[in-house]
């Protein structure tokens, strides 16, 4: 969870102190209010306790750390339209499923023992005695909506007419203990599937139906009894910072923060502005970045046969000489030379022995050559001798392109400083002493 800000250069105990923040909130149900917007103590509670590890924050920090959440969340969804921040993807989740099934989940860790007992306490002692009618789907109806199990499908998605069958088809009613009834329709847990439970759905595995309808039915009670236990405008605010933290994410991804290894158009097109100028001040400002092995000094020795070259790997090991090795027992034609393959330097496309060579601090185990199906295998031992460091051109193409990424990283990361800074310098934030001893201004 608290991976969001770890990428912000943002110190928030600077920025904090240009909030209109007050201590003043007389609601004890709330534990912050931003811009009139509240924050439950509940969330708060909540996200305390599943943040509970080896280092925890301090409860100053997380309620600073969810508002900040929200500040961006509110910005990412001006800026951005779902489905910018949420691209779908076709084997993920619907979101709002997504987002439901963290919801329970988390409830369910959070509360276990007392959902237990809840259920204990129905008649039976489970979820069954809520259940007021249970339907199977027919092959009539599985014919319908999904079409044949046999016939091969390249998309799993229904029709607009196919939804709506499904939406009047009812696999369960219920009547939870407050009188409340309602209904679990096949569009139901059609929806919460991702392409792999489709795929069940349109193969006709029933037994799989009737598992995805049970835990439907089991988060739905989850949510109902927090509700009933809490509020549910606690449960609804627990839930929106849930939204906030990903929506949030979601912005910090779009402006390259997080993860290096995702893609960022944002990232990518500030990379393109970089200037030459920009580069060479970054290369000689961190030219220990740029340092690389220009040649190394290395010797060889192949066999064509594995238990022979782990057998020398043994004896190398225990300090046997190299040369008179490679002279007794390669088939390499570095073999009179000792295996002497001479000085590898560092330019253009290196063979595979040559890359190995410079993967190598000294002796490599034996490998197997990457050879052709009707080619002889060899195994092959490298010991490199020698290293030779020095840097990458200023002016190569390596350089411009490391150099411009990490110059647009950290440009990106001042843009979204800047950003949440400018939010905070502008939120009215009201903190309710019920929430606990809390002062903004002592961020860590």
């Known amino acids: 969870m608290f991976k969001l800000f770890a990428g912000l250069a943002l110190s928030l105990a600077s920025v904090c102190g240009h909030a209109q923040i007050s201590y003043q909130l007389q609601n004890n149900a709330l534990a912050a209010k931003i811009n009139a917007e509240e924050l439950h103590r509940f969330s708060l509670d909540n996200m305390q306790q599943l943040a509970a590890g080896k280092a925890p924050p301090s409860r100053t920090a997380l309620l600073s750390q969810m508002l900040s959440q929200r500040l961006l969340a509110a910005e990412a969804r001006r800026l951005y339209p779902p489905e910018a921040l949420h691209p779908a993807s076709r084997i993920a ?6 987002i439901e099934d963290r919801l329970a989940s988390s409830l369910r860790a959070l509360y276990g023992k007392e959902l237990d007992q809840a259920v204990k306490a129905l008649p039976g002692g489970t979820l069954k005695a809520l259940i007021q009618e249970e339907n199977t789907l027919s092959a009539g109806q599985q014919q319908a909506i999904f079409g044949s199990p046999t016939q091969t499908t390249l998309e799993y998605a229904l029709k607009p007419a196919q939804i709506n069958q499904a939406k009047q088809t009812s696999l369960l009613r219920y009547q939870l203990p407050n009188g409340q009834k309602g209904n679990l329709s096949l569009y139901d847990i059609y929806h919460r599937q991702n392409v792999q439970g489709r795929i069940e ?5 029933q037994p799989y139906l009737i598992q995805q309808l049970q835990i439907a039915f089991a988060n739905l009670f989850t949510l109902y009894w927090a509700e009933q236990k809490f509020g549910t405008a606690a449960v609804s605010d627990y839930r929106r910072s849930l939204n906030d933290q990903e929506d949030a994410e979601a912005l910090m991804k779009i402006y390259g923060i997080g ?3 995702d893609s960022s158009d944002f990232l990518d097109a500030l990379a393109k502005k970089v200037s030459k100028a920009e ?6 400002a961190h030219k220990e970045q740029f340092k690389r092995i220009a040649k190394v000094k290395a010797r060889h020795i192949r066999v064509a046969d594995e238990a022979l070259a782990k057998q020398l790997i043994l004896r190398l090991t225990n300090g046997e000489d190299f040369a008179s090795l490679a002279k007794q027992y390669s088939i390499a034609d570095s073999a009179k030379q000792g295996g002497d393959l001479g000085w ?5 496309t290196l063979s595979w022995l040559a890359q190995i060579a410079f993967s190598q601090t000294e002796l490599s185990q034996a490998f197997r ?3 052709g199906p009707d080619e002889t295998a060899s195994w092959d031992i490298i010991k490199t001798e020698q290293r030779v460091e020095d840097y990458q051109s200023a002016h190569s193409e390596a350089v411009r ?5 990490e110059i647009a990283h950290q440009k990106a990361s001042r843009q979204l400083n800047a950003l949440l800074k400018h939010q905070w310098q502008n939120a009215k934030i009201e903190v309710s002493p019920a929430a606990g001893n809390l002062t903004l201004q002592a961020l860590e």
Do not use: C, E, K, T
């Open 279 to 284: 580069v060479q001040a970054y290369y000689l």
């Open 369 to 371: 050559a990457p050879v």
């Open 344 to 348: 590898i330097v560092h330019q253009g």
């Open 93 to 98: 989740f619907a979101r709002d499923v997504a």
């Open 401 to 405: 392109y490391a150099a411009s990424a």
């Open 201 to 205: 759905l349109y193969a006709a595995n």
């Open 259 to 261: 993860d290096r290894h």
